[in-house]
């Protein structure tokens, strides 16, 4: 009796691996975030537990490019501030997780770049 309330968990956790092989990273971002809201308690833990892990990547992201002006994964496409060949910054919003509004994006890639560019014309 005590495992039939983990069975919804069950289902999502399938569910879930099934996407990884259909979906693109960001929308398994955006899945997981999503269902950290879900009524069911241990539905939620659940997603809350995979989100706190899934999203340090981009946290970690975010937090080089702000105050370092570096992009540590430009060259896995996973993020969505990207570097050109010739050095250009350019901001893709085709890769925004949908839970991170298009002006707080756009406040990131901004505070961001500066730092680039100063950081870029002092040689560091």
Not at 14 to 29: G, R, V, Y
Not at 44 to 63: H, Q
Not at 83 to 100: A, C, Q, R, T, Y
Request: net charge positive.
């Amino acid at each position: 009796a005590s495992l039939k309330k983990y069975c919804l968990v069950f289902e999502d956790i399938l569910k879930l691996i099934d996407t990884f092989e259909k979906k693109s990273l960001l929308e398994i971002i955006d899945i997981i975030h999503q269902n950290c809201t879900s009524v069911n308690f241990l539905k939620r833990k659940f997603y809350k537990r995979i989100d706190y892990f899934s999203m340090r990547p981009l946290l970690e992201d975010i937090w080089f490019w702000i105050v370092y002006g570096y992009l540590p994964s430009h060259d896995l496409n996973k993020f969505f501030i990207k570097l050109s060949k010739d050095g250009d910054v350019k901001l893709e919003m085709s890769n925004v997780p949908s839970f991170i509004s298009e002006s707080l994006c756009r406040k990131i890639y901004f505070s961001g770049k500066v730092v680039y560019f100063f950081s870029k014309n002092n040689g560091n």
